[in-house]
């Protein structure tokens, strides 16, 4: 959890739990060489919160170590989860402002064998899956739980012993709130009737769960380093590749996608079975938000990212020259130049060429606009643009960021795809424009990739 020489947030509410982890903190502070800062959340729900707030102040105080108090507003949330829940986003959000702030490598929090216990079961009762019985984490990402070996009854010993003082929060003795009524009722019922070591099984389940979880989730970090393109729209993955593999696999690689994008990766239950529907069916496009974040299916691909991407704006392209499409990462550059006889046509998708004497000195390049219509090179007769894109395997999200040359009205280009029928190289043309696509000093668009593995 920790290996010495960092600065550590310890998270005070003022019970025993994190009474007794701030102590023990402190007391191995000076071996370990760790800096070691205090946070307090006041959530002001209680008329107990000042008072808790001035307890944790005097015992920082006493030991000497820096304390943070942060008053936070608690919202009431989505009512299936209530205000507890609401409270617990605005902690942890405190605590990594607080983090931030100071730069502290850890948030330790004081989580004991009694909190992993309650959490598997509460969890099994609500019928959760392998993520939800792997219960809570030892360490993982900024926060680390040093006490999650640890039973309640040893900390409040701890402290008694040592003549420390700590302060009950009476809401968790409330059980019209479902932790409390495990606490209180349920595990202490099971423990006397069933099994006297019923919490040490519970931990000993959730470790091994955890374990299964935590080799899931490495093996979905490999496939999407293997399957996956990082792009600046997101993560771009192959459809099917990614239904070829096990379905808990296909579906947590697409959870490490949106991990690595800054979402938590957690969904409730129907997000989740959204999640493996959008997976499953190719029948028709499918579209998942979860925090933030989309998760859509269009043709062959698969993409996780922000919900908008940046649009293509309109742009005058006076050739030759070169113009910049910073909105999707490309540049297009044209050059213009006499005729060699030994010239040879490009065959490429990127570059493209043109009599130039048969186009205006300028161009222009837009996104598409409902109606276009689009005559290809070698093609019979024009068509609508959008089922041109479809069959070119474009995906959704980008079909409104594709470059279109235009030449007095007349689309010449659908760059990166195919040259329209304007402007052929003829046996008496003399001059020739080519018109290059090629990345920005920020990278291509996702667009970019799909075009190459077509």
């Known amino acids: 959890m920790l290996r010495g020489g960092e600065t550590v947030l310890a998270a005070v509410s003022g019970g025993a739990d994190s009474v007794a982890l701030l102590h023990v903190l402190h007391s191995l502070a000076g071996e370990w060489a760790w800096t070691l800062h205090a946070v307090h959340v006041h959530h002001g729900l209680r008329p107990e919160a000042d008072a808790d707030a001035a307890f944790v102040r005097d015992l920082c ?4 170590v820096a304390l943070h108090v942060e008053r936070v507003v608690v919202r009431q949330g989505p009512p299936w989860e209530g205000l507890e829940a609401e409270a617990r986003r605005a902690r942890y959000r405190a605590f990594r402002d607080v983090a931030q702030r100071i730069g502290a490598h850890r948030v330790a ?3 004991t064998a009694d909190d992993q216990a309650e959490t598997v079961l509460m969890r099994l009762l609500e019928g959760a899956g392998p993520r939800g019985l792997a219960g809570i984490a030892r360490a993982r990402g900024l926060y680390v739980r040093p006490l999650l070996d640890v039973r309640r009854a040893q900390v409040e010993a701890y402290l008694r012993g040592r003549g420390v003082p700590w302060v009950d929060d009476q809401s968790n003795f409330d059980t019209r709130m479902l932790r409390n009524r495990i606490r209180h009722e349920v ?10 070591s019923l919490v040490e099984r519970l931990c000993r389940s959730a470790t091994l769960v955890r374990s299964m979880v935590e080799g899931l989730e490495a093996a979905a970090v490999r496939e999407l380093r293997r399957l996956g393109r990082e792009e600046a729209g997101g993560w771009v993955l192959p459809m099917p590749e990614l239904g070829s593999l096990p379905r808990e696999l296909a579906a947590e690689t697409v959870r490490q996608a949106a991990r690595a994008l800054g979402h938590p990766g957690s969904m409730r239950g129907h997000a989740q079975r959204a999640l493996r529907r959008l997976l499953v069916s190719a029948s028709t496009p499918g579209v998942l938000r979860a925090g933030g974040l989309m998760v859509e299916r269009s043709g062959r691909w698969l993409r996780v990212g922000p919900e908008r991407l940046p649009s293509l704006r309109s742009h005058d392209f006076p050739v030759p020259g070169e113009l910049s499409l910073p909105e999707i990462g490309l540049v297009l550059e044209a050059r213009s130049f006499p005729r060699h006889e030994r010239y040879v046509m490009p065959r490429g998708t990127q570059l493209v060429a043109f009599d130039a004497d048969a ?4 161009l222009q390049v837009r996104p598409r606009r409902r109606g276009d219509r689009f005559a290809p090179f070698g093609g019979p007769v024009e ?8 069959d070119a395997g474009v995906p959704r999200w980008e079909r409104e960021r594709v470059p279109l040359l235009e030449a007095a009205g007349d689309i010449i280009w659908v760059a990166g795809l195919r040259r329209g029928q304007a402007a052929p190289i003829r046996p008496e043309t003399r001059r020739i424009l080519e018109v290059t696509l090629r990345a920005g000093s920020s990278g291509g668009s996702p667009l970019a990739g799909v075009r190459r593995e077509r």
């Open 109 to 111: 929090t004081a989580h």
């Open 383 to 390: 068509r609508r643009l959008k089922s041109f894109l479809i």
């Open 359 to 362: 186009l205006p000195p300028r």
């Open 187 to 196: 595990l202490p019922f099971l423990t006397r009737v069933v099994e006297p």
């Open 61 to 64: 105080a006493q030991l000497g």
